[in-house]
């Protein structure tokens, strides 16, 4: 996997919480906050699925997830799936693919 760096800028209070943290769970602030970020890609997901923002293929695609682990994470959140024709034509694209 290639990787890239990227330097951020952020206010003070927001980098006490980041090197708080960090110290807390024993980590490094590079390991902290790429784990901070594939949270809230997920999150930001769930948000955008719940709100009628984005399909199922979407939201998995913004969470990083394949669209049946998506599916388990909307339930864990207690979000109603809302499966739509899009879904379903997605899935069996991927299927054809496959084979």
Do not use: H, P
């Not at 990787?3 to 952020?10: E, G, I, Q």
């Not at 388990?72 to 799936?81: D, I, K, Q, S």
């Amino acid at each position: 996997m290639a990787t890239k760096t990227l330097s951020v800028r952020m206010k003070a209070e927001e980098y006490r919480f980041l090197s708080d943290l960090a110290e807390e769970e024993r980590e490094d602030l590079s390991t902290t906050l790429r784990e901070l970020m594939e949270k809230g890609r997920v999150l930001l997901a769930i948000e955008k699925y719940r709100r009628g923002e984005a399909s199922l293929e979407k939201a998995a695609r913004l969470a990083g997830a394949s669209m049946a682990r998506m599916m388990e994470v909307l339930r864990e959140y207690g979000v109603t799936l809302n499966l739509e024709s899009e879904d379903y034509q997605a899935g069996l694209t991927r299927l054809r693919k496959a084979w």
